[in-house]
């Protein structure tokens, strides 16, 4: 992949390269990726136009619907990712698009302006990216390439699409088979070099939930050759039925097993890939549910790996082996969500402004008084919710969780209230049940409800009122029995007095308003740090990593604008950095915005932050020290006192291994 950072010329040296080559067929020796010259090539023998305006899309809504509910599987599980992506790249100018195997974009989420700005380009949902409707372009050239592409710039075969630069991954099932693509474009002017790294770690995330998804009823296998990778991103991931015979396997395990994709469903049982029976490792799962287990391959590699198994699995197994499954039960499920289990007593750290929203809201769950939970973005608005759903009498009904902000305006009203058969051009004949009807017995959670169209407001106004929903096109109403909660970070008061959300609906939704207090405000940093920590993917087993008093004042002094998402994002980098025999984080494995942003924040808190539990030896070991008062003379004792080993002598020390490496290369 070209580097944009270190190209000569820029986007007018790329422009010149792309007409020098399509007009006089002179090939570029430098400057231009490969997937993008085939890209030009197949562009110029479809005979495209450069200069060829934006076309507008012709796809009606009808037939956007027809291609959401074709690829709803993949809308289901790409969606919460698509956020999780946003939220890195919140403000920059971007956007996240989804796209299906024949380049129709079916979701996108972005910042307004450029998402405006888009449009003009028909970058957004319903238009059709194909290589053939729009040129070079990353949704199109990596549907073809099926690799990851990405298009900079003057690179886009179309000159009108030249203001943008974008990055795409292709989606794929575990049988090889593609399902779409995963796109990060954003203004050509503000390109980021990451970006296309951050769109194939959704697509591992996407892969991954679909793979879990669809083998629900198998055991699945999480593996890697290391330990540490257990957890990450890097892990293989193998299903396996109640049999013992191996039905599936990623594309990240058919690499660590380095077999074809062909091979990979001729895997057989797994005794025919490992020395254990399978019989051993379920056995020993029961006892010890989330071990890390070592296993030797019949090549002789030795792999590290965790079992998952869910409730389906139980039923699978004791349909096939009523001995083996007594066993099984015996052992809690871990597969299931710490989410599923959150309620507001769990949600309780010590907070004084948290616990004041939590009393408030305990007090009114069961009394079908709705609930409107205001707070910045990040601040655990849906966390919440669920709390509240799940400490009710309602907990064993269904929750239905509904982001206002990322359904396209065209499709909130048929995603809300559903459709009946024949209700609009390209509806399914047998219609579709709205998500308010999906509530039915249980509680619906509409978040960023301050950024629903004034017109759909309209029609929520009317089922909160007549506890009804009509679907489109159906003639009569249909009774719903819900809980409703919203929630929204602007400030509703302000939007009606500014016309954007209808005042009688604002009193409808807000019967008891629960303010989140941010991240910065909150007294239980410490307290979070630890859970999400202990709570996270990437923590080893069982060691307990501690927080060194010296990156917990950064934490404590940084402003989180993020709040408690970002701060989760922060400490699974962290935790992704830790060397194999490191077990506590420092500085140096936060990132650098992190420790600037501390360093610029005033020397006085306006909370009292909660201490965080270290081991005492990591405490004394970093009490007052700081990389640059430590001495040359005090390193080299370190070092030869743990023999040269770095990660040992900057634990030591109290230090990052980048600070001793920079110590080393600038002064020894």
Not at 277 to 292: E, H, K, Q
Not at 330 to 359: H, I, K, M, N, Y
Not at 387 to 399: E, I, V
Request: proline share 5%.
């Amino acid at each position: 992949m070209t580097d944009r950072s270190t190209e000569a010329g820029g986007p007018l040296a790329i422009e010149s390269l792309r007409r020098r080559y399509l007009e006089r067929g002179e090939l570029p020796e430098r400057g231009v990726a490969t997937p993008v010259l085939r890209s030009w090539e197949r562009c110029l023998r479809l005979g495209l136009d450069l200069g060829e305006r934006a076309r507008p899309s012709n796809t009606t809504r009808g037939d956007l619907m027809v291609a959401r509910e074709r690829n709803a599987e993949l809308l289901n599980h790409a969606g919460g990712v698509m956020e999780h992506l946003y939220e890195q790249i919140r403000a920059s100018g971007s956007m996240v698009l989804l796209a299906d195997a024949s380049g129709l974009i079916l979701h996108g989420i972005g910042d307004p302006a450029f998402v405006d700005r888009a449009s003009r380009v028909a970058l957004q949902p319903g238009a059709s990216w194909s290589e053939c409707q729009r040129g070079t372009n990353a949704i199109g050239a990596t549907l073809i390439e099926r690799a990851p592409v990405e298009v900079f710039g003057a690179e886009h075969y179309l000159e009108c699409n030249g203001v943008l630069t974008c990055s795409a991954a292709p989606i794929l099932d575990c049988r090889g088979e593609l399902l779409g693509a995963l796109d990060i474009s954003g203004d050509h002017r503000n390109h980021q070099p990451h970006t296309l790294g951050l769109a194939r770690m959704g697509v591992r995330l996407v892969e991954r939930r679909m793979f879990e998804s669809e083998h629900a009823r198998h055991a699945i296998f999480a593996f890697h050759a290391r330990p540490e990778g257990v957890g990450g991103l890097q892990e293989g991931l193998l299903a396996v039925d109640a049999d013992g015979e191996i039905v599936a396997a990623d594309r990240q395990a058919r690499m660590l097993l380095g077999v074809e994709r062909s091979h990979a469903l001729r895997l057989g049982a797994f005794g025919n890939l490992f020395r254990s029976s399978f019989g051993t490792v379920i056995g020993r799962t029961a006892r010890d549910p989330g071990a890390l287990i070592e296993l030797e391959l019949r090549s002789g590699a030795r792999v590290y790996a965790r079992v998952r198994v869910s409730v389906a699995w139980h039923v699978g197994l004791q349909a096939a082996h009523p001995a083996a499954s007594r066993v099984a039960r015996a052992a809690p499920d871990p597969s299931r969500s710490a989410r599923a289990r959150v309620t507001l007593e769990t949600l309780a750290t010590g907070d004084a402004g948290l616990q004041f929203a939590l009393d408030r809201c305990a007090r009114i769950i069961g009394r079908n008084i709705p609930v409107l939970i205001q707070g910045e973005s990040g601040s655990g608005k849906e966390l919440l919710a669920r709390a509240c759903h799940n400490s009710g009498p309602r907990a064993d009904g269904p929750f239905v969780a509904v982001n206002c902000a990322a359904i396209p305006e065209t499709l909130i009203e048929s995603e809300l209230f559903g459709y009946v058969g024949g209700a609009f051009t390209g509806a399914r004949k047998e219609g579709a049940i709205g998500r308010i009807q999906q509530a039915h017995g249980g509680t619906l959670f509409l978040d960023e409800i301050g950024d629903m169209p004034l017109a759909m407001q309209a029609r929520l106004l009317r089922v909160l009122q007549e506890r009804c929903v009509q679907p489109v096109g159906a003639a009569e109403p249909v009774a719903v029995d819900i809980a409703l909660l919203c929630a929204t970070h602007r400030v509703l008061s302000e939007s009606v007095k500014a016309g954007r959300f209808r005042e009688d609906l604002y009193y409808r939704v807000n019967g008891l308003t629960a303010q989140l207090p941010p991240l910065r405000a909150r007294s239980d940093l410490g307290v979070l740090v630890r859970r999400l920590i202990d709570g996270s993917r990437h923590h080893p087993e069982p060691v307990r990593i501690a927080v060194a008093p010296e990156t917990m004042a950064i934490l404590d002094a940084y402003a989180w604008p993020g709040n408690i998402r970002q701060l989760q994002n922060v400490l699974e980098v962290a935790l992704a950095l830790l060397d194999e025999d490191e077990d506590c984080i420092l500085p140096g494995h936060l990132p650098e915005e992190v420790v600037q942003g501390a360093d610029d924040a005033p020397v006085e808190r306006q909370v009292t932050r909660a201490p965080v539990a270290a081991p005492a030896a990591a405490l004394a070991r970093g009490r007052g020290r700081r990389p640059k008062d430590i001495d040359d003379a005090t390193i080299r004792a370190a070092l030869e006192r743990f023999d040269g080993n770095l990660s040992a002598a900057a634990r030591h020390l109290g230090v990052a291994r980048n600070t001793l490496y920079r110590r080393m290369g600038c002064d020894f």
